[in-house]
């Protein structure tokens, strides 16, 4: 007999009860970010390879080692391949289709929220995977739109702050830096390599290639014996230029006037190259070495990058997979089973049974539709394995008299119902 197939190694299957999780995280972030006025944007999984390159920057770990790349072949001889990637992350994509759609032209900030799959070729371990799923915003917009604005930081944060509680998730820390820009940026990078040119030998083979080629990672290394060298690095803060330094003060001072705590973290350097000034992370201890919830920030050259126009932008993703972890780990999320388990005793009853599931579904109740075959034992031992509420027994007598057994499969009792009731009755009492 062949092997059987398994689900490929850092992707997994999403059940059920899992799933309600999942849907439950969902709908509570939809309503979130609706009463913040976002919308929904749906960006293709795949894209032209050179938009992560550009975008994200090919001196990242997210690039150069972690991208599902292939060439895709011509279908015609006059048809020229092209190298196409599996989206590592959206904030690219959404900024793509900002330039592409035109969307500046109102003059207005966009606010987009997205849901979906992500892929990374990472090493998997708990709370990584290489396909996982973000649920993410970006706010974008002209310049004159106010998209540079400290108030729209500060804004996502509360959101974000807002979201977490709604979900229930408390005990979480929002580490905050300002990675300045593209104007004090470069005289903060001379300063690090030359504090790091003399010890850089000293520390681990990743830091010694960051010094090279992205020495702005090297402050996130964390290997212990580098920890009291990196300590002693210069400080993005002591270079933020005044435009910088003014931002990230207006920054914290709305969030503390929101009474939304944070920790500013001055060795916060994100694994993507597109940040400037504002860069965050939400971390949970109930995560383990994998702690970060979310990450975001400001990244107000993007657009340009990728050949559109100035549009400042911010925004954040949330790691689904870990968000439903933490949820897991700390509330024990909840699902509901179904109300009620419909019994039919025998063939003929099945017709009436379908009919009795559509009423009591069009009312909202969550119904489980038995199978006629069943002896009644077997129909409820099958309704308590659901962990459905009640039973519901439909047979001739039922049907004639229009009064049904309704088993409260809790407490064991059962009663007759008429029809008309039977709704009410499992709902006032769920
Ligand atoms: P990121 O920090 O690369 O940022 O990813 C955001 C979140 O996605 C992480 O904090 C983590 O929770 C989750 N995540 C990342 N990789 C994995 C993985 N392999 N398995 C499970 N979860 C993972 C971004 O992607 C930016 N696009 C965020 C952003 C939006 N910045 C501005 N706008």
């Not at 959206?90 to 109102?106: D, F, M, Q, S």
């Not at 979900?167 to 929002?174: C, E, H």
């Amino acid at each position: 007999m062949a092997g059987s197939i398994k689900a490929v190694r850092g992707t997994r299957d999403l059940l059920p009860p899992e799933t309600e999780t999942w849907n439950f995280v969902e709908a509570a972030v939809r309503d979130v970010f609706r009463v913040y006025n976002f919308k929904e944007i749906r960006t293709p999984v795949f894209e032209d390879t050179q938009l992560f390159t550009r975008g994200v920057g090919e001196e990242t770990d997210i690039v150069a080692k972690e991208m599902f790349t292939w060439e895709d072949r011509a279908r015609a001889q006059s048809e020229k391949t092209q190298s196409l990637t599996l989206r590592p992350e959206n904030t690219a994509g959404v900024v793509r289709a900002y330039i592409e759609h035109n969307l500046g032209e109102k003059g207005l900030l966009q606010r987009f929220y997205y849901i979906g799959p992500q892929f990374r070729r990472e090493r998997p371990q708990k709370g990584r995977y290489r396909q996982f799923y973000q649920i993410g915003a970006e706010v974008i917009g002209p310049t004159s739109a106010g998209s540079e604005s400290p108030a729209v930081d500060a804004e996502i944060l509360e959101m974000l702050a807002a979201l977490l509680g709604r979900l229930g998730i408390q005990n979480w820390t929002l580490n905050l830096n300002s990675v300045g820009c593209a104007n004090d940026r470069p005289r903060y990078l001379e300063a690090l390599r030359a504090a790091l040119k003399d010890v850089v030998h000293t520390m681990c083979a990743d830091c010694q290639r960051r010094v090279v080629t992205n020495p702005l990672r090297v402050l996130d290394c964390k290997v212990p014996a580098d920890q009291p060298i990196i300590e002693k690095l210069p400080r993005m803060s002591d270079y933020l230029d005044e435009s910088c330094r003014a931002h990230f003060a207006a920054v914290q001072t709305i969030l503390t006037s929101l009474g939304v705590p944070f920790v500013v973290d001055h060795r916060l350097v994100r694994g993507l190259d597109y940040y400037t000034r504002t860069a965050f992370e939400f971390t949970h201890g109930a995560l383990g070495a994998q702690n970060a919830i979310l990450g975001g920030g400001r990244y107000d050259g993007l657009s340009e990058s990728l050949g559109g126009p100035p549009a400042p932008g911010i925004g954040f993703a949330i790691g689904e997979d870990r968000l439903v972890m933490t949820l897991q780990e700390t509330a024990g999320a909840a699902t509901r089973p179904a109300d009620v388990y419909i019994a039919p005793l025998g063939a003929g009853m099945n017709v009436h049974a379908a009919l009795l599931s559509r009423e009591l579904r069009r009312a909202g109740v969550i119904v489980t539709l038995g199978d006629e075959s069943f002896k009644l034992k077997k129909s409820l031992e099958t309704a308590h394995k659901l962990g459905a509420r009640y039973a519901l027994i439909v047979g001739e007598n039922e049907v004639g008299s229009g009064q049904f057994a309704l088993k409260n499969l809790g407490t064991g009792e059962q009663v007759k119902v008429a029809r008309d009731e039977i709704a009410d009755r499992v709902k006032v009492s769920s």
